[in-house]
């Protein structure tokens, strides 16, 4: 991807200065952005550093620092962003520290027009620019080094944070160049390094958050401390899109430590001195609800809706050949219904935020993924300037696509504002899980139809799921943000965010996975039928590509069965023209020993599946008992993810992603009744536990392409690798998640 | 006024006696390395020592734990303490990092109790702390790693 014009034109306009006496700044043309590049808040001029782009900062103490614009969630960016700059400025690993960037158009993600993280791209859309940033300065103090020797440049090398005369076998430590360097030019079009002589990327590199974490000092959002700070806590409506009648105050406000109760845009707020005071008084405020139209919700009535609207075409997402001609000629053809639930995210930390709004300016302290949709609310709701909002990301303990949204910024702003002093908003858990923003539930029925070989000749999907969006805020707006939104809000929440809402939500992206699927039918169908029961929904870790995934790779199956054809084989055959997907499948299958016969008792099942251009292939190990109990032993994965910066990370990733797949696949689910979502915390949304976690194994496809993310992707693929091994072990096809042992055992 | 005894200092606070502890550790004596996540007592974000034994400090009224000795991350010492540190950092634990002074604290009582505990032994001790990140194959060899450093 390439970066933005406004960066390109920065970087093209970028200038050293130095301050005398003090140290370096490497400014940029625009003052917004060298403060940016220079840590943010921090009036101070840049001492004692070099600056050279908006990623890099070097002291005169040898430290550098790269500044990552992608919050931190678990998914190791911090550590892989600092290893790609490292490994271009030829830097000591262990002089490497992260820094969380400012907000600055230098840092809006490519991807999607605003500052913000998701999709797994991170990596993707930072390695050609964070490339030639270190390079760029890895040049520029080899020219420093050389001049300061009075020898040419290309006498010199960079190496582990040195700058190496090489006849004289001289160095001088990166820190030392800092202030010859700020008086020099820095270099265009600089080389960047072969794969060959990579020394950091491609290596297991250490993390660079652990030791925080590991002592308890990292900072989340729900850790964030300011003086005058009051905390505040959320009832929100009982049942979606429910509008506040009537609230009695009285009896909470005597409470002890009971500041104020206000309602906000999104409920009720409980305002106190501490936390324990504004959850306890929050049970005693009596609250009337206008409940609306979804009074009566329940997942039953959605279930029966889509049954009915499955019946009726959907818009074409993808036609080739003539399925229906195909079908009716085909030798045999097969049909199933494939259900998936509603998701929760469960991020470990609930939803939080603190925001201090003054006259002159507002400032935001929020472990988010929509830096830029947060900017944005809090300039709509305060009238300031977006430039006098500063957002300031803490680690996020969790995110999974719940904190690409916005509104516990939305109420930490207005609070702060209505009460003129810093605020802290801390969402319980039960508000946190009635009011996520789920993972779609959705209902597929797939078609096939196979020759008289068995080869599958004709293939229809058509799936029905929550509304995502078109072209239009009008239409976009009520479906992203809740319903109680003031107009103003939403025009401006909508054009911050619209290419955000644009992706996330278009017919496109919820059919994504169901339309890419690599496999080479000669007649195809993908219809998509839109319907948004009034359940909020968003992006959940692999968005639509977590259901499609389970109902095709659990359908190629059916379709092995009724062809006679083994599942790998099949798949192989019909991937003959992704061979990404091909090589993925095979690494995987050949490490799993597919075509031994496993252990008694032992059953395996298999898939593969691609998130935006990065396959991975799985095949569990099961085995199920009397009782229907599902065990997974191992899981065996093979990846494509292109360059895998650091491999045990993409390992751990890919772990972790299993394991967020197997809660949905084995254990919960969100279902919908009065109105609203039945589960309310980890004892009825269990999340799976140590001793459901399975051996691992994952194997990288060795590759020099360019990194392509690795997040996500190890979610879609392991509900039907499980699916599959519970058909082989028990022949129960299970067409519904979570696996109950009902369905496994049929009783 | 309340008396606690916090990583072997002794504070004084002024506290509804019903107030959790893990609320009073976070905001009256700002040690956060002990985490709000679910507050019933199922996820273990909140655990810390009392008297040694792992505790949800969530759904434990301070007014329970006065005069009894209270250890949070951040005062985790001793030979176990140490040999948990330098494993999990060690073995890159952490993904987001929220649980994980959690799972610490309980791996600690674990290896007090059982200096070498076996993968079911983990699991069942361990079973009471959830990863939504999904870390729980390095908690495990982290833990046989510290068992192993507190042998030596």
């Known amino acids: 991807m390439s970066p933005t014009s406004s960066a390109m034109e920065r970087r093209e306009f970028l200038q050293v200065s130095f301050i005398a006496g003090i140290g370096l700044i490497v400014g940029c043309s625009s003052p917004q952005s060298a403060a940016a590049s220079s840590g943010a808040d921090s009036t101070a001029t840049t001492a004692d550093r070099l600056v050279p782009n908006p990623w890099i900062r070097i002291d005169k103490n040898g430290t550098v620092t790269v500044v990552i614009n992608h919050s931190e969630m678990g998914q190791g960016i911090f550590s892989a962003l600092g290893m790609i700059v490292a490994e271009e400025l030829e830097a000591d690993w262990s002089k490497i520290r992260t820094e969380m960037a400012s907000m600055d158009p230098v840092y809006v993600n490519p991807a999607f027009g605003v500052q913000a993280t998701g999709g797994s791209t991170s990596v993707r859309t930072c390695w050609d620019e964070l490339r030639k940033a270190g390079a760029a300065t890895r040049e520029l103090l080899i020219s420093a080094a050389a001049s300061t020797w009075g020898v040419p440049?290309?006498?010199?090398?960079?190496?582990?944070?040195?700058?190496?005369?090489?006849?004289?076998?001289?160095?001088?430590?990166?820190?030392?160049?800092?202030?010859?360097?700020?008086?020099?030019?820095?270099?265009?079009?600089?080389?960047?390094?072969?794969?060959?002589?990579?020394?950091?990327?491609?290596?297991?590199?250490?993390?660079?958050?652990?030791?925080?974490?590991?002592?308890?000092?990292?900072?989340?959002?729900?850790?964030?401390?300011?003086?005058?700070?009051?905390?505040?806590?959320?009832?929100?409506?009982?049942?979606?899109?429910?509008?506040?009648?009537?609230?009695?105050?009285?009896?909470?406000?005597?409470?002890?430590?009971?500041?104020?109760?206000?309602?906000?845009?999104?409920?009720?707020a409980v305002v106190a001195e501490r936390f324990w005071q504004a959850k306890k008084a929050s049970e005693a405020v009596h609250v009337e609800w206008e409940l609306g139209p979804n009074a009566n919700l329940d997942s039953e009535s959605i279930r029966a809706?889509?049954?009915?609207?499955?019946?009726?075409?959907?818009?074409?997402?993808?036609?080739?050949?003539?399925?229906?001609?195909?079908?009716?000629?085909?030798?045999?053809?097969?049909?199933?219904?494939?259900?998936?639930?509603?998701?929760?995210?469960?991020?470990?930390?609930?939803?939080?935020?603190?925001?201090?709004?003054?006259?002159?300016?507002?400032?935001?302290?929020?472990?988010?993924?929509?830096?830029?949709g947060a900017q944005e609310v809090a300039a709509a709701i305060t009238g300031l300037d977006p430039d006098r909002v500063r957002v300031h990301t803490t680690f996020l303990g969790g995110g999974f696509g719940r904190r690409g949204d916005v509104d516990f910024v939305i109420e930490a702003v207005e609070l702060s504002k209505a009460l003129k002093t810093p605020v802290k908003v801390i969402w319980t858990r039960e508000e946190d899980i009635w009011h996520d923003h789920f993972r779609p539930a959705s209902y597929h029925v797939l078609r096939a139809g196979l020759d008289a070989s068995g080869m599958p000749v004709a293939f229809h999907h058509r799936s029905v799921s929550p509304a995502w969006m078109n072209d239009t805020i009008e239409i976009l707006a009520p479906a992203i943000m809740p319903r109680w939104l003031p107009r103003f809000m939403k025009n401006a929440v909508s054009s911050a965010a619209i290419p955000v809402v644009k992706y996330a939500m278009s017919a496109k992206s919820a059919s994504s996975g169901a339309i890419e699927m690599g496999y080479a039918f000669e007649h195809v169908r993908v219809e998509y039928i839109e319907d948004d029961p009034g359940v909020p929904t968003g992006a959940w870790r692999s968005v639509a590509n977590s259901r499609h995934a389970f109902a095709i790779e659990s359908f190629i199956d059916e379709i092995a069965v009724a062809g006679g054809k083994d599942p790998l084989e099949l798949r192989l055959h019909l991937l003959r023209n992704s061979p990404k997907r091909r090589d993925t499948l095979k690494l995987a299958a050949e490490k799993a020993g597919w075509e031994k016969t496993p252990p008694a008792g032992v059953y395996r099942g298999i898939s593969v599946h691609d998130f935006h251009d990065t396959p991975a292939a799985m095949v569990a190990e099961v085995s199920v008992d009397k009782s229907g109990y599902v065990r997974v032993h191992r899981v065996i994965c093979g990846v494509h993810c292109g360059t895998a910066i650091n491999p045990r990370n993409v390992e751990v990733q890919i772990s972790g992603a299993i394991a967020f797949g197997l809660t949905a696949t084995l254990k919960s689910s969100i279902t919908i009744a009065k109105g609203r979502a039945e589960q309310s915390n980890f004892d009825d949304f269990p999340l799976l536990k140590i001793d459901e976690m399975p051996k691992v194994e994952v194997h990288i496809v060795p590759s020099t392409a360019a990194p392509t993310g690795i997040g996500e992707v190890g979610v879609p693929p392991i509900a039907p690798a499980i699916a599959n091994a519970v058909f082989a072990a028990t022949g129960k096809r299970i067409r519904k998640l979570p696996i109950t042992r009902q369905d496994v055992t049929g009783v | 006024?309340?008396?606690?005894?916090?990583?072997?200092?002794?504070?004084?606070?002024?506290?509804?006696?019903?107030?959790?502890?893990?609320?009073?550790?976070?905001?009256?004596?700002?040690?956060?390395?002990?985490?709000?996540?679910?507050?019933?007592?199922?996820c273990g974000a909140c655990m810390v020592h009392v008297n040694g034994e792992a505790t949800r400090s969530c759904v434990t009224p301070v007014s329970e734990v006065t005069g009894k000795e209270i250890t949070t991350i951040e005062g985790l010492a001793g030979s176990i303490g140490t040999a948990l540190r330098e494993s999990w950092i060690e073995g890159d634990v952490p993904q987001c990092g929220y649980c994980q002074p959690g799972q610490i604290m309980k791996a600690a009582e674990l290896l007090a109790s059982n200096p070498q505990p076996s993968d079911s032994d983990i699991d069942a001790a361990m079973s009471e702390v959830l990863c939504r990140c999904g870390t729980y194959n390095e908690i495990r060899r982290a833990i046989h790693q510290a068992a192993r450093r507190t042998r030596t």
């Open chain 1, 305 to 372: 809706r889509w049954v009915e609207l499955a019946k009726q075409n959907g818009k074409n997402m993808l036609s080739e050949g003539n399925v229906d001609a195909a079908m009716k000629s085909a030798a045999k053809t097969i049909e199933a219904v494939y259900e998936l639930p509603f998701q929760a995210h469960g991020c470990p930390e609930p939803m939080n935020c603190t925001a201090s709004v003054r006259e002159d300016g507002c400032d935001i302290w929020v472990p988010v993924q929509n830096q830029g």
């Open chain 1, 153 to 268: 440049s290309r006498e010199c090398r960079a190496d582990n944070g040195n700058v190496i005369h090489q006849g004289s076998g001289r160095s001088i430590p990166y820190g030392d160049l800092v202030e010859k360097a700020a008086t020099m030019p820095i270099p265009k079009n600089v080389p960047l390094k072969d794969h060959r002589d990579f020394k950091i990327i491609g290596k297991s590199m250490p993390r660079l958050d652990t030791l925080e974490k590991v002592e308890g000092r990292a900072v989340f959002g729900i850790d964030v401390r300011q003086k005058d700070l009051v905390t505040a806590t959320i009832l929100h409506p009982p049942v979606y899109g429910a509008r506040l009648k009537s609230f009695d105050p009285a009896k909470a406000k005597s409470m002890p430590g009971v500041h104020h109760i206000l309602p906000v845009s999104t409920g009720i």
């Open chain 2, 1 to 42: 006024m309340i008396e606690l005894k916090v990583n072997a200092k002794t504070f004084q606070v002024d506290v509804e006696p019903d107030t959790p502890l893990l609320w009073v550790l976070r905001e009256e004596l700002g040690l956060q390395g002990t985490k709000y996540s679910c507050g019933i007592g199922e």
